[in-house]
């Protein structure tokens, strides 16, 4: 049985930073040999971030991890997930519940050090 997860842009983000970055989370991911997945907007959130002489760089690291489309199905998770936030007074960031609705709409859970607002998602397994 394949052990998969979505990154989250905090774990990418962490692991850049780190001095040690075989202790990060997402190296630990790596050595459990875990398929891992990105949501297309974490993609997009840590390459924004990214000075131009690291891009090369970050285009390698993101070349053994699929990409998850933000399709139709994730859309109407992402409504669903938005409307449960407002209701509850618990809003997190429109980039959080994107991320959220494309690994819940996969099936998967999804490894963050952004626990505070990922948890407030029903149905949303955390790893990390």
């Known amino acids: 049985m394949e052990i998969a997860v979505v990154i989250d842009a905090s774990v990418f ?5 780190s001095k ?3 202790d990060s989370l997402l190296s ?7 398929r891992l ?8 959130e840590v390459l924004t971030g990214v000075k131009e002489e690291d891009l090369e760089e970050w285009q390698e690291i993101f070349e053994s991890i ?3 489309a933000f399709d139709e199905s994730t859309v109407m998770i992402a409504r669903d997930i ?8 618990k809003m997190i960031d ?5 991320i959220a609705a ?27």
Not at 94 to 98: F, K, Q, T, V, Y
């Open 37 to 44: 997945y990105v949501a297309a907007v974490a993609k997009y």
């Open 82 to 89: 938005c409307q449960q936030l407002k209701k509850e007074n």
């Open 102 to 128: 494309t690994a819940v709409a996969n099936g998967l859970p999804l490894a963050t050090l952004n626990r505070n607002h990922f948890e407030r998602v029903r149905g949303l397994e955390l790893v990390g």
């Open 28 to 34: 630990q991911l790596i050595r459990q040999q875990r």
């Open 66 to 68: 699929v990409v998850l």
């Open 13 to 17: 983000i962490k692991h850049w930073r």
């Open 94 to 98: 429109l980039g959080d519940i994107l």
């Open 20 to 22: 040690n970055r075989n």
